[in-house]
C-alpha cells in the first residue's frame, strides 16, 4: 500500500503539478489576456478593465491607427448622470439592393432616436444589436462571396475577433415590434413583419458581391431581409417628394422615427437598404443619441490626444482604463478606428510559478 501510494505521489508531483504550474500562466497569457482589437467610432467610450488583471499584467498598453484619449482611474470605472448629446446626419445614394450601415457601441442606459426618409417606395431600415446579429445578416451573402471567389468565408465587417470572449459585453438576441410614438420596446414578443408586397418584391439574387470593410455597400436581396428578422427594428420608409427639405430642417415625419432605450452595452448596427430597381434612390438619416459616458473626472493618469498610451497597473489594486474618442457634437460622418490592448506580463508572478516545477520535484526526490 504504501509503495501504490508513493507511485501516485511521484505522478502528481513530477506529471501533474508541473503541468498545471506550466499551463496556467500560459493559460492566462495566451487566451485570458490575450491581444484584443475593438473596433471605435467617434465619441465611443469603452472600459478595458476586463482585457487585463493586475495580478497577471504589471501594465496595459492601448494604441490605435487615430487618436483618442485614455484615463486610468481607481476601481471599477462609474458612469455619469449626464449624458452626452451627440447627433448624426447622413445621405445616402443607393442602387437597388444596395446595403450601408454604421455601428456604434452604446452604453447601458443610453437612447438613441433614428429618424429616415427617402425619396423613393423600397427603402427599408433595420437596427441590429450586437455583433452575433450583423453577422446572422450578412452570412449568406459572405458564403456566396466566398464561393464565387474560391477563398474561404470572411467576416464582412471588421469587428474585433474576441469580443464575445469579453465579459461584461453581452450579446443578445432580442425581439421587439414599434410601439405607440414612435417607441421600440425591448421587452416586445415578436419582431416587426415585413408586408408580404415587399418580400414579393425582392426575388433576385446577385450573382456579383461587391465587398468593402467597415462601414460596407454591398449588393443583396430577400435572404438578407429574411436573416435580419431577429433585429431590434426593421422598418419600411415612407417615400416624400420633399426629403431633403425634411431632412435639412429636422421635419422628418414622426411615423418615420423611432426611439430606443438601450438595456445593455453593446455594438448597435444600422442599416439601409433599396429593393427600387427603377430609380436610384435617395435616403437620409439623422441618429440622435443621448450617449452614456464614464465619469473619468478625477483619474490616476491621463493620457491625452495619443495613439498610444501605456498605463502601470498596481499589484494590490483595482484600476481600470478608460477610452474615449474625441468628436464633436454634430457629425456628418462617422469615422471607424480600431483599438488595440495589450498586457503587459507581471514577469516576476510568472517567474515564481516556472520556478516552482523544478523546487517541487527536488524537494519530493529528498523526502
Known amino acids: 500500500m ?4 508513493r507511485v501516485i505521489s511521484f505522478f502528481l508531483v513530477v ?15 495566451y487566451h485570458l489576456y490575450h491581444t484584443r482589437h475593438l ?3 467617434e465619441t465611443d467610450t469603452r472600459a478595458l478593465n476586463d482585457a487585463v488583471s493586475p495580478f497577471w499584467c504589471q501594465g496595459q498598453r492601448v494604441s490605435s491607427n487615430g487618436t483618442l484619449d485614455a484615463y486610468l482611474v481607481s476601481g471599477t470605472p462609474t458612469v455619469k448622470k449626464e449624458k452626452r448629446h451627440v447627433k448624426l446626419k447622413r445621405k445616402l445614394l443607393l442602387q437597388h439592393d ?11 442606459g443610453s437612447t438613441f432616436t433614428v429618424s429616415s426618409t427617402a425619396r423613393w417606395p423600397g427603402g427599408v431600415l ?30 464582412v465587417y471588421r469587428s474585433p475577433v474576441d469580443v464575445d470572449d469579453l465579459p461584461g459585453v453581452v450579446m443578445v438576441e432580442e425581439e421587439h415590434h414599434p410601439a405607440d410614438h414612435g417607441e421600440v420596446a425591448p421587452s416586445s414578443p415578436a419582431p416587426p413583419v415585413l408586408s408580404d408586397s415587399k ?3 425582392l426575388h433576385h439574387f446577385n450573382d456579383t458581391l461587391a465587398v468593402t470593410t467597415g462601414n460596407s455597400s454591398f449588393s443583396s436581396s430577400e435572404e438578407f431581409l429574411e436573416q435580419c428578422r431577429d433585429s431590434i427594428l426593421v422598418v419600411e420608409l415612407q417615400p416624400s417628394l420633399d426629403w431633403e427639405w425634411r431632412l435639412n430642417t429636422d421635419n422628418i415625419a414622426s411615423t418615420n422615427s423611432w426611439h430606443i432605450p438601450v438595456d445593455s452595452s453593446d455594438y448597435y448596427y444600422f442599416i439601409f437598404t433599396s429593393d427600387n430597381s427603377i430609380e436610384l434612390n435617395h435616403l437620409g438619416f439623422v441618429l440622435d443619441m443621448h450617449r452614456t459616458t464614464y465619469d473619468v473626472a478625477d ?10 498610451c501605456i498605463f502601470p497597473l498596481a499589484f494590490t489594486q483595482t484600476q481600470s482604463v478608460v477610452v474615449e474618442v474625441p468628436g464633436q457634437e454634430e457629425l456628418d460622418e462617422l469615422h471607424s478606428f480600431e483599438v488595440t490592448t495589450a498586457c503587459q506580463p507581471r514577469v516576476p508572478v510568472y517567474m515564481v510559478f516556472i520556478l516552482l516545477v523544478p523546487f517541487i520535484i527536488l524537494l519530493f526526490a529528498f523526502q
Open 2 to 5: 504504501a509503495s501504490a501510494w
Open 98 to 108: 444596395d446595403i450601408e450601415y454604421w455601428g456604434v457601441y452604446l452604453l447601458e
Open 39 to 41: 473596433p471605435i467610432t
Open 126 to 155: 433595420l437596427v441590429a444589436k450586437g455583433e452575433d446579429n450583423l453577422r446572422k445578416c450578412f452570412y449568406r451573402e459572405d458564403h456566396l462571396e466566398a464561393e464565387l471567389n474560391g477563398v474561404p468565408p470572411k467576416t
Open 15 to 29: 506529471f501533474v503539478l508541473p503541468t498545471v504550474l506550466i499551463s496556467l500562466p500560459l493559460y492566462a497569457r
Open 299 to 308: 483619474p490616476l493618469q491621463t493620457c491625452r490626444n495619443a495613439s498610444e
Open 199 to 201: 418580400l414579393d418584391m
